[in-house]
């Protein structure tokens, strides 16, 4: 672990070595039980007031989405999202995949509606694939329990070690990959993933709702999808821990 937030007090938290492995082999896993029933009940309502107060602006910090309730900067958008990058089992696996200092990335929400969703097979590093050196950790926290037909996460296993341009292996990115897995949970559960993995939002089939907020770290040397020091407001600014600061890099 990073010894910085060691000293600043983040809890020592040990992934099984059958998680570390899945990372390390298949470039996902998922943390069982992480959200307790009353921050679920906050971040259900929390995501759902958000939305339905920036309407039309929702999500416009980083992507709008056609069909997709999106929300960004979640940062700046409650006390209730702090234990999201502060969380010591998640930051165990950024830090054995990144194996080297990190900072949040960004933390958005994702709500494919009925009808909608399907992406386009992506990685969320975009610069070099150079073996065995990672960049970028994503984090599902599933406010929804992720199902088969609602839109849960696609992901090719193994596909964050494959240094093939993804966009010349496919003629359409948007199709289903022979070797995809589905990232399906109970609601409470946080999955992991390598950022240089190939992954995807589906479409959602069954109108189930499917909150889920993303909670992105990079390694510290790169820039964040979202800029936390320009974005700091002062009601976060006035509550952040060190540890706070530390992992927002403000
Ligand atoms: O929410 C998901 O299933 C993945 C979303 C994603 O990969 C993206 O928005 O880039």
Redesign the pocket.
Known sequence: MDPRLTELGLLAADLTAAQRLQLDEQGFTILPGIIGAEWLAQLRQGFDDIYCTEGGEAGKEV?Q?EGVRRLADLVNKGEMFDGIYQQPLLLAAVWHVLQRPFKLHSI?G?D?LMGY?Q?AL?A?WGGARDPGVFHVV?S?WMLDDMTADN????LVPGSQHNAASLAELMDDRTAPHPDEVR?TAPAGSVGVFNGSAW????ENRSGAPRR?L?GAFIAREHKQQTDQRAHLRPETDARLSPLGRYVLDV
């Open positions: 992507a989405v958005n994702h494919p969703g992406q992506h969320d994503n599902m839109g849960a996460t696609r990232l992954h995807s939002c589906t889920v993303h």
